[in-house]
Nanobody, 125 residues
Framework: QLQASGGGLVQPGGSLRLSCVAS????????MGWFRQAPGKERQFVAV????????NYADSAKGRFTISRDSAKNTVYLQMNSLKPDDTAVYYC????????????????????WGQGTKVTVSS
């Protein structure tokens, strides 16, 4: 089970830190990351990080503003979001997969088998 938290209302230019804890099972997740879905739009990739290779991948919209990190001991993934824009408004979903993905597949939501309930982020003045 994945439990996401940290969403909220923030002004443009502000910051938020999302957290997602995996609990209640024995699965070890190699891939943990974030997708988001804005009203009326499809779910889109934000960022993901592999436990085995430690390599983070970001959507172009997230590069330079968002940072993904993991605490493997706590089975937790974080998303530090800075310089937030109104376009970042969405429900953010934590996603996980037990096996590592090749880099070219990491942005495809269909490869992730575990999903959190989502946490809403609203960027507005």
């Amino acid at each position: 089970q994945l439990q996401a938290s940290g969403g909220g209302l923030v002004q443009p230019g502000g910051s938020l830190r999302l957290s997602c804890v995996a609990s209640g099972g024995t699965v070890t997740f190699d891939m943990m990351g974030w997708f988001r879905q804005a009203p009326g739009k499809e779910r889109q990739f934000v960022a993901v990080k592999s436990r085995s290779d430690g390599y983070p991948n970001y959507a172009d919209s997230a590069k330079g503003r968002f940072t993904i990190s993991r605490d493997s001991a706590k089975n937790t993934v974080y998303l530090q979001m800075n310089s937030l824009k109104p376009d970042d408004t969405a429900v953010y979903y934590c996603a996980a997969r037990s096996r590592r993905l090749i880099v070219g597949a990491r942005a495809d939501s269909s490869y992730y088998h575990y999903w959190g309930q989502g946490t809403k982020v609203t960027v507005s003045s």
